[in-house]
Nanobody, 125 residues
Framework: VQLQASGGGLVQAGESLRLSCIAS?????????MGWFRQAPGKERTFVAA????????QYGDSAMGRFTISIDNAKNTVYLQMNSLKPEDTAIYYC??????????????????WGQGTLVTVSS
């Protein structure tokens, strides 16, 4: 599985960004989960959001609740992360990931099987 993330950049606080991640190398079925994590400088990688490939269920981390929205375009094998009302504390490298076992704990980095290269989001105050 290959994951190519894009869409990061420099924005001001209060603005929006949409990240994209194109997944390839496998035919994804309903038990796969697509997700986003982020890692700020000097900090651990943390869970942002995830969605089942089927779209049946989503989960958000505390930092994303109410401001970020995850979505999937199955036809394009692409997962998106719409980020609104960005704050300086959202500054991080954002990684997309694939979890091939939907019954695992989504918030744990160890549950995820494949990772993209990351895209940098910088939010200025």
């Amino acid at each position: 599985v290959q994951l190519q993330a894009s869409g990061g950049g420099l924005v001001q606080a209060g603005e929006s960004l949409r990240l994209s991640c194109i997944a390839s190398g496998r035919t994804f079925t309903s038990h796969y989960v697509m997700g986003w994590f982020r890692q700020a400088p000097g900090k651990e990688r943390t869970f942002v959001a995830a969605m089942m490939w089927s779209g049946d269920y989503t989960q958000y981390g505390d930092s994303a609740m109410g401001r970020f929205t995850i979505s999937i375009d199955n036809a394009k094998n692409t997962v998106y992360l719409q980020m609104n009302s960005l704050k300086p504390e959202d500054t991080a490298i954002y990684y997309c990931a694939v979890n091939s076992y939907s019954d695992s704990e989504w918030a744990a980095t160890t549950s995820w099987d494949y990772w993209g290269q990351g895209t940098l989001v910088t939010v200025s105050s």
